[in-house]
Nanobody
Framework: QARPVESGGGSVQAGGSLTLSCVAP????????MAWYRQAPGKKREGVAT????????VYADSVKGRFTISRDNAKNIVTLQMNTLKPEDTATYYC???????????????????WGQGTQVSVSS
């Protein structure tokens, strides 16, 4: 399975917006969980959002609810993370991850994401 490839990171001022994209060739539109995780320097990696490709059902970390939106385009094998009202604490490297053969939905704690992209940097200045 090809590795996911992220794009769209960059630098923005607090309150601004960025859109991250992840191309994941070959994911099964009926049973894949696609997620975004992030890791800031000196901090543990944390789940941000995940979407089930079958229905579009999504789960968000509390820290980004109401500000970030995850979506998928099964025809193009693309998952997008729209990030609005960015805060300095959103600064991190953002990783796209995939878990195939997930038939009952997705979450950020237990779903076994085993295919990871190399990450894209997001920097938010105050």
């Amino acid at each position: 399975q090809a590795r996911p490839v992220e794009s769209g990171g960059g630098s923005v001022q607090a309150g601004g917006s960025l859109t991250l994209s992840c191309v994941a060739p070959g994911y099964d539109a009926g049973s894949t969980c696609m997620a975004w995780y992030r890791q800031a320097p000196g901090k543990k990696r944390e789940g941000v959002a995940t979407v089930w490709t079958k229905t579009g059902a999504s789960v968000y970390a509390d820290s980004v609810k109401g500000r970030f939106t995850i979506s998928r385009d099964n025809a193009k094998n693309i998952v997008t993370l729209q990030m609005n009202t960015l805060k300095p604490e959103d600064t991190a490297t953002y990783y796209c991850a995939a878990a195939r053969y997930q038939f009952y939905g997705c979450n950020l704690e237990v779903t076994p994401y085993n295919n990871w992209g190399q990450g894209t940097q997001v920097s938010v200045s105050s």
